[in-house]
């Protein structure tokens, strides 16, 4: 819920760089804030349903739970399959932001500067592909300026005119790439493990549901 939020309320984040007209970040956030809501909803149900021994809450609970798993698995499987077209946009996007990329103080252009920024000096990357990128520029003033996160410099400026030697050479494409083999299975493990511990939720409600309806009978 609170993602979904900041996604609305906060205009200054990167993300309105690769979506100027905001469309599919409302999406995005009400999405985040309806799927926020829907879990607070699910663990009161829970909570509830277990605490006062309410088996009418379980069913729905346990119900709510499936569902949760199934928009899990989905949404992953379509994250996996379709990674090679969101890589694609990010590619058009960061080659556009270069070529637009500011040299003066404007405001307008910090949340443009973020992304490039940002990755550069995070990965010591200099370019999608490799530092001639910046060559494709249109405000450059001259030759030799570079954004000062593709450098080795500490100056707390947008733009530094630094030697070569002083320039990261490495692809930005290739470090980022790099990152995520590295880290893909502990996403994946990640996800495997919510995907476990939703089952074994269900699991345990269910078997308590049952010793709820038992203990109705033992009763009448």
Known sequence: MGSGAWLLLDRNIFFNVLDENNHLIICISHM?????????????LGYLGINKEIQW??????ALLMLAFGVQVALSALIFTKKEEVFQVWRDKIDLIISKYGYKDMPEDITQRTIPNALQKTFQCCGQHNDTDWTKNKNKENSEQEPCSCTNSTLRKWVCGEPLNATHLESCENKFKTWYDTNV??????????LASEILQVSLTVSFSRCIKNKIYAEM
């Open 185 to 194: 299975l502990t996403l994946i493990g990640i996800n495997f493990g919510f």
């Open 32 to 44: 985040l804030i309806g799927i926020g809501s829907a879990t607070v909803l699910l663990c009161l």
């Open 57 to 62: 809450l379980l069913i729905p609970y346990a």
